[in-house]
């Protein structure tokens, strides 16, 4: 390194490399063992060369009492190498720094540099450790938190560094310590701009993210929108510093406008790409114009300014860019499981609808078949029967509409979730179902008593489906008492359930059967449970879910003593 101004570079750009050692770090933790190097062994070499020369490129405007650089790249180059390189890349580094003091101007070298040396690769070394411990900059998806971390981890690398430089630079001749101060001043400003425009790009190529987001990009585009950039920058660069309509430092905030449209369209890759070029093009502006020291001392703190507030800002636009992806990506596993879903669901409305039919029509063609038998005899017995064959033949013709409707009616409920409600009279739904069952009650020895309530208000149902969940009920309570030995009766109740709102209307149907065994009652309207030897487990299950699409519930009382159901119902009250 040629000068303490080299040094100051290297802090920041140590800090800049730290980054990558960050994420490598967190290789090693997981890994149980040392993280693979990324760079190739001929970048290594690249980097150390351009630490050796990178003084003479940098040092632009020397100054009788010291030179002011307007950034130092030492540190950059330094921490990418310890970063990213090989093993042996410390050593190799405190190589380049003694190399490098040794080929500067007018630098004064004796034997004190060698601990200077020492002392500057430790600090390039703990900054590449920090960096990769706790930042991510090797790879394609910079966060502002690893701004921060490269930002809190250069600036304390970047002081250290020129503490060391600029001492060794007091020690040496030419130089007094009153100079001291204003030296360490400039040579941090160089440092931690360096590391701020170098850095990020140099991590990056080195762990070979750089050239994939090239690749995805690709390099038609980029050189595109580098053509564009140029000329923009070309452009600016000639108002500000050639036309001069304004003082050239008043008017150079205007390079903020093209930093800012990379950094939204390219992220942290599109700055840490064109940093350098806008470093470059505004060098070449201030040596054409011939700036003065203290003049490009000032440029140095406005592309320092520049350098970290688009790092900002292309980190949070990577950063809304993988937002917007995740939330694409979340918005399009959503339709997917939304799509499943809705199959699902049609496939299980067709599995109920089926199991509805199989169960509930059931009822209607076992009559059916008993009128029709029914009818073979009376047809047999002669013209002396004839009034009995016609009033059978009508039944089986209600039972036939009846299984119609009811088929209708419940392929149009799974296909489409459709009621036909109606305003029904309690009565007529229980008394309906007193019709189709009383058969069944008759050959089984079944009472049938009904209690209403005074003034009971009607019921706003699909009477056919609400008649099939009844229907059920009662069917069930046939069931039970045909094989009980004890008095057999079933006991329908209706009356308006006390403080609801809106109104409801409760029936209860209740045996006098031998109750629902207690294993069975907590999965009662589950489906597939069922006590009968050829049940299917299914009426319970499906007239619960009639009843609560139609804004009712029904429901086990196990603390009455008869055998009782309870079915709500809306009122039209």
């Given at each position: ?51 050796v020369f990178a003084d003479p490129a ?236 203290g003049t490009a001392f000032e440029f ?187 008095p057999r009766t079933i006991h329908a ?81």
């Open positions: 390194m040629s000068s303490a101004r080299n040094h100051e570079l290297p802090g920041l750009a140590a800090l800049m490399d730290a980054p990558a050692r960050v994420h490598m770090a967190d290789a090693h933790h997981k890994s149980g063992g040392p993280a693979a190097a990324a760079m190739p062994f001929w970048l290594a070499i690249l980097f150390l060369a351009a630490y940098t040092g632009l405007f020397p100054n009788p009492r010291f030179g002011v650089q307007p950034l130092s790249a030492h540190p950059a180059f330094a921490i990418a190498l310890i970063a990213l390189g090989p093993a042996k890349a410390v050593a190799a580094v405190f190589a380049a720094v003694l190399v490098g003091w040794a080929l500067a101007r007018d630098s004064g070298f004796t034997l004190a540099a060698v601990p200077a040396a020492a002392a500057i690769t430790a600090i390039y070394w703990l900054a590449a450790r920090a960096l990769r411990r706790w930042a991510r900059w090797d790879t394609g998806a910079v966060r502002p938190r690893d701004v921060n971390v490269l930002l809190a981890v250069c600036l304390p690398a970047a002081i250290l560094c020129t503490a060391v430089d600029g001492l060794r630079q007091i020690a040496g001749p030419g130089l007094t310590a009153a100079a001291l101060p204003l030296l360490s001043l400039r040579l941090f400003v160089a440092n931690l701009l360096g590391l701020a425009v170098l850095a990020p790009l140099l991590l990056q190529w080195a762990s070979g993210s750089w050239t994939a987001q090239l690749k995805r990009i690709g390099l038609g585009v980029a050189l595109r929108e580098l053509l564009v950039f140029l000329l923009a920058l070309g452009g600016l660069l000639e108002l500000v510093f050639g036309l001069r309509p304004l003082d050239e430092f008043r008017m150079s905030y205007l390079l903020f406008l093209p930093m800012i449209v990379a950094a939204m369209r390219r992220g942290v890759f599109g700055v840490a790409t064109l940093l350098p070029v806008v470093q470059l093009g505004l060098l070449a502006a201030l040596m054409l114009i011939g700036t003065r020291a140095q703190i406005l592309m320092l300014t520049l350098a970290i507030a688009t790092l900002y800002l292309g980190a949070l636009s990577d950063e809304r860019q993988r937002a917007a992806a995740s939330l694409a990506e979340q918005e399009r596993a959503l339709r997917e499981r939304g799509l499943a879903l809705a199959e699902a669901q049609r496939m299980a409305s067709t599995a109920e609808l089926a199991a509805a039919l199989a169960h509930d029509l059931s009822q209607p063609l076992s009559a059916i078949g008993t009128y029709a038998s029914a009818s073979q005899v009376l047809a047999a017995r002669g013209p002396a029967d004839h009034a009995k064959l016609l009033e059978t033949l009508e039944q089986i013709t209600r039972e036939s509409a009846r299984a119609g409707q009811y088929l209708r009616r419940m392929r149009d409920f799974f296909r489409t979730g459709s009621m036909r409600e109606e305003t029904v009279a309690v009565a007529e739904l229980l008394e309906t179902t007193r019709a189709h069952l009383q058969g069944r009650m008759r050959r089984g020895g079944i009472g049938w008593h009904l209690s209403l309530e005074t003034a009971l208000p009607p019921v706003q149902v699909d009477s056919v489906q609400i008649g099939a969940v009844l229907g059920n009920l009662v069917g069930n309570a046939c069931d039970v008492l045909a094989e009980h030995p004890g109740r209706a009356f308006v359930v006390a403080g609801s709102n809106p109104a409801l209307v409760r029936i209860l149907v209740e045996d006098s059967g031998p109750g629902v065994p207690p294993e069975l009652r907590p999965r009662l309207f589950l489906p597939l449970a069922t006590s009968k030897p050829n049940g299917m487990g299914l009426g319970l299950a499906l007239s619960r879910s009639i009843a609560e699409r139609q804004g009712g519930h029904l429901w086990f009382d196990d603390s009455r003593a008869p055998t009782t159901f309870c079915l709500d119902l809306r009122s039209h009250a």
